[in-house]
């Protein structure tokens, strides 16, 4: 399992984050930083994503086998 800080700046990354999750085997979700239980977003349903406010940072977890491609794959999105 990799945990890392993620921000989105513009709506447009939501389209080419869930574009590139949609691509994954593994589990990706987005929660709050403060109280995990709170925020939990599919990183694969873009309309799910468009619920996340623009500028504040946010937790990735990525969960399953191809977990460190995700995670390289990801990485422009990490706070």
Not at 23 to 33: G, M
Not at 62 to 73: L, P, T, V, Y
Request: proline share 1%; charged share 25%.
């Amino acid at each position: 399992m990799i945990k890392q800080n993620i921000k989105f700046l513009t709506t447009g990354q939501f389209l080419t984050f869930s574009y590139t999750c949609k691509n994954l085997s593994s589990d990706v979700r987005i929660q709050d930083l403060e109280n995990h239980n709170r925020v939990d977003i599919n990183g694969k349903d873009l309309s799910e994503l468009a619920t996340i406010q623009l500028g504040l940072p946010f937790l990735l977890v990525i969960h399953g086998e191809d977990e460190k491609i995700a995670r390289r794959m990801l990485k422009k999105y990490c706070a």
